[in-house]
């Protein structure tokens, strides 16, 4: 089945989404933003109308999908016209129940991805966490998830929150990483690129291996002597030094 | 120009490089190795001698490239019958000069990548780095890593050290983190396979981005909702709120 959607918000998610679900055959009615240069520029992809005023919005489609920060929902959802048009948010923090007010009808259409403007991304992969207020919204938000990803599964909104978490220590904490390493080079007039060939393997190592199993380095071998000329070598670093620390107690504790 | 290599120890790093060089047209000559098992099973491979007796060693191939782990390799290197052969070491953290009780022509041949037993890697785009004693030993260790690598350049040994240090950061500690994230995932019932997609495209960004610009969360953000819905939610787990609050705050004293 195909549905008539529209787009609150331009940003990365609704870039990603709008044309996931075009190409999937839906119809992308309205792309509403409060940057109406940004609105216009993606609404001219498929043709649609576009607006920086969300009273503007026609109630009538059969989905609506609120694709704005996880800290500004609230304030666009109370912005919303009333009215019995499905409405989902794509956020991981927030409650499934914030969109209440909005319409009786809600949900929520997650999709568990770091989306970036113009990078491609193989939507068909993208876990999508779903959940809605009554059974006619959930066989609306499964059929347009299912229509552009083969990984969509059900979560409530305390599943959804934990999941948000840990991709936090999986994706923004491991970025973190990766800039202390880099910084760290730079430092020393050395190239963060001789690292990226690792920081792929060990990325991929755990499609096959559980990250438990896929654990090496000093701390894992017990090997003190690296580990001490590490440490020294930190010695102007503080608070990498503190880092290395830490983390390497933690893999020592669990050995 | 082909060479006559011969390699001590028989783990992943002897088995990927002596079937590179293997493949490149060297000739493995003898696999030495404690464990006669395994130096047996890799040197059928090649139809090379095998032997756990180090004195057995032919010190009239060309180049020896000593593949044990950093905390085992001086042990090893003094019980090399001392010789005119090159030898070489593949560790990070060990410098050159441990290497000169066995010959007067020693260098590194340092792959900076994490291998297994069994998992092919693209040894092309693996960075070597390499050093040696003598412009004679530099020039069979550049056409031996030549042979294998597009991805060779020369690094001192305190630079060599700086480079695995700074790994230590990317592959081992960011490993680490998906193992958090796993374990509070399997605590909560929840399947760590959801992260798998976004592990690979914040891998994947830092080919085209640098780290500090690839940032995104609730931290880099200054989301301070959502930073304390996390919180809540480690109430139980005080290790890693600590570490959640310990790169929140290290991310936000950068913004």
Redesign the interface.
Known sequence: MKYKVSFIGSGNVAWHLSHALDAAGHTIEQVISKTEENAAELAKKFGSYFSDDISKIDTSVDACICCV???QLKTVVHSIPKSRMIILHTCG?QSMDILEPASPNFGVFYP???F?KG?A??ML???F?LEASNNQTNDVVHALADSISN?I?QANST?R??????????????????????R??QE?D?D?S???????????????????D????????G?I??IE??LK??ADHK??QQ??V??TN??QDEN
Chains 1, 2 share one sequence.
Do not use: M
Request: charged content about 20%.
């Open positions: 920060s996880d800290d923090s568990l991805q770091s970036s990078k991304i193989d992969n993208v876990p966490l990984n599964r599943q929150l934990q999941y948000h978490l840990s991709a936090v220590f999986a994706n923004n904490f491991v970025n973190r990483l990766y800039h202390e390493a880099d760290y080079l020393n050395l963060f001789v690292l990226i060939p690792i920081i792929q393997e060990t990325a991929a190592k755990i499609k096959t291996l559980s990250p438990k896929a654990q090496t380095g000093p701390a894992k071998r090997d002597q690296t000329k590490h070598l930190l608070d990498l880092l290395y830490n983390f933690a893999i």
